[in-house]
Structure formats: structure tokens, C-alpha cells
Nanobody, 121 residues
């Protein structure tokens, strides 16, 4: 079992920045791919960013490329999402997930509880 706890959400004005964190605990002896998804009211959950297990390759949704940066600290089993130039359409609950590959995150059994990000115009 792996437990995930997110933090760092909040209310910010458009153009501002936030940094989300997701700490993994439990069976973290095996390095896993980690990533972020988001779900806005009335919309389906969508992939935001992911980082691979070993070589640190990063992947982004087109809507956040150039604005968001995903990174990880393997010693702390933590993944971060630095969000810059935030837009009102970034408003959503952000949830992290882990899996063996970034592609597998969508169907992961391990999700955090989510953290709310609200961007005001």
C-alpha cells in the first residue's frame, strides 16, 4: 500500500503562482512514477503532469506546458508541481497519483485526497 498526501493548494489571483507537494509513504522502497491530475466541477479528471520512475522524464498536458513544472525529491518520496502564470481555468481539485509508468497513472489504485486550487480573475 502507498499513501499520498497533498498540500499547497489555495486561492491565488490570475497570474500568480502556487507550489503543490505530494508526499508518498508506505511501500515506497520501489521508485514509482508520480503525477498530477485535476478535476474541475462538472468536468472529467484530466492529466496535468507526470514524471517517470528512473530517468526523471517529464510529461505535460498541452494546457499547462511552459507554465507548470513537475519535479521530484526521491529522498523524500515527494513530487512537486510548481504552477506559474495561473489562469482561472486552472481552478480545480489537484490530485496526485503513483504508478509504474506515467502512462499507468490514469488507472492507478493509489491517489491522494486532493488539494483545492482556486484562481480568481
Amino acid at each position: 500500500q502507498v499513501q499520498l498526501v497533498e498540500s499547497g493548494g489555495g486561492l491565488v489571483q490570475a497570474g500568480g503562482s502556487l507550489r503543490l507537494s505530494c508526499a508518498a509513504s508506505g511501500r515506497t522502497s520501489i521508485r514509482l512514477a508520480m503525477g498530477w491530475f485535476r478535476q474541475a466541477p462538472g468536468k472529467e479528471r484530466e492529466f496535468v503532469a507526470g514524471i517517470s520512475r528512473n530517468d526523471g522524464r517529464t510529461f505535460y498536458a498541452d494546457s499547462v506546458k511552459g507554465r507548470f513544472t513537475i519535479s521530484r525529491d526521491n529522498a523524500k518520496n515527494t513530487v512537486y508541481l510548481q504552477m506559474n502564470s495561473l489562469k482561472p481555468e486552472d481552478t480545480a481539485v489537484y490530485v496526485c497519483a503513483v504508478g509504474f509508468t506515467v502512462a499507468a497513472l490514469q488507472t492507478s489504485d493509489y491517489w491522494g485526497q486532493g488539494t483545492q486550487v482556486t484562481v480568481s480573475s
